[in-house]
């Protein structure tokens, strides 16, 4: 399988698109009004404790305080955990209001809520992950030869052992790499951790003391090597082009031959249909190619999707077009859910099947498809809803939260009452007011449409009801009213 990777740079902005195969398959946007945290380490202070959420909030000197929620806090010594550093103690007997400490952000602010910490401190080099809190030693699962995984394992033990203690994480990358390339990394790791202990002695609370990569050299990171081909790095920008080559030729010197700098005068992102893409990957729906589609609606606690058969008629009998449509359905499924990066939550109500087998080729396909995102995700059916549910790891805010925000005129409910059901509301009020009011007459401001209604198709209504109250109402448009605003005006 082999992946291109183009970037593209603007002053306030940096976008990387990842095709594979011909096809884009995921996004990252970084704005310089927006960076994003996962990954920092800050000087943080406990500005409140919670115990009935087992939780408190943390300030970092950002916008909103951050959320740090006990299972979060690593204890190596805690006896009652299950051997993997999880916190199972009270938040009361760790943590106090006013207490300093170092903190690393594991989630980015989403939506209304700020970021999410955790107290077990990594960092990431190209082979390794450095986690200066622990002890043990671990491998990716990724890395599947069992010999391998004891290689790594061992050569590693081996290296560290002049160090100080730590522990590490031996990334999918890793996998046949040589003694001079594993050490490397751990010396560059021991060396960057102790200009962070430097750092957090004298910093204040609320200060930053170790910055993630940015966008583009954290792609360079984590992107190439995990178990896909680059065929080729292409970047819109001479200034970050250079950058990149010089970070490749020191720490991923096969791939710097692949760096290209692209000085075309077309866009890169509109040389590949990646503007189109990520402008349908905006959309509600999703056609499939047999004629099917998927309906996208995502919620602040959920996403859900709709499984349809759509135009697609099938050659055979009804089972069979559900059957096959629900079987591309779960390619596409997954192709969407990278390419809009959604996370936590996810059901997915796919054509009701009568064939078990049926529903157990879908969900096999469904987990094989997944096999390809870096994401970790967990599957399980609910049978007697007939859904499939799942959860997948969310780091960073969707693309539609990144590019889009709630519209002004629905505020989010993606729905508006009908010219009707505002006739009705306006008319409703005017009998209230003209009770508990002496006034001469009201005047109606509200939408064209509105107004055209009530003039036009409710015209009787309108004349009923200045019989009733024994005062004229009189209409006025404004333009700029949506169309569920209105005001009353006594004169």
Known sequence: MSEEILINVTPRETRVAMIENGVLNETFIERASRLGLVGNIYKGKVSRVLPGMQAAFIDLGLSRTAFLHASDIYVPDDKKGEGNGKCHQDITKLLYQGQKLLVQVIKDPLGTKGARLGTQLSIAARFLVFMPDADHIGVSQKIENDEERLRLKELTKKLSSDFEQAGYIIR????????SELLADIQFLHKLWGEVKKRAKTAKEGALV????RLVMRIMRD???????????????????????????KFIPEVARKIEYYPGKRPIFDLYGVEEDIQHALERKVELKSGGYLIFDQTEAMTTIDVNTGAFVGH?????????TNLEATQAIVHQLRLRNLGGIIIIDFIDMADLEHRQQVLASLDKSL?????????????QLGLVAMTRKRTRESLEHLMCEACPTCTGRGSLKTAETICYEIFREIIREARQFDSQKFLVLASQEVIDLMVDEESNTVAELEE??????????ETMYTQEQYDLILM
């Open 316 to 324: 055979r009998n009804l089972e069979e077009t559900i059957f096959k």
């Open 371 to 383: 096999i390809q995102d870096n994401s970790k995700s967990i599957i399980s059916e609910v049978p």
């Open 468 to 477: 009733f109250i024994d005062r004229p109402i009189k209409f006025q448009v």
């Open 223 to 249: 992107q190439i090597g995990s178990g896909v081909e680059i065929e080729k790095v292409r970047i819109d920008s001479r200034e970050n082009y250079e950058k990149v080559l010089n970070f490749a030729k």
């Open 172 to 179: 999918t990358v890793a996998e046949g790499a040589t003694d």
């Open 210 to 213: 170790h910055e993630d990569l």
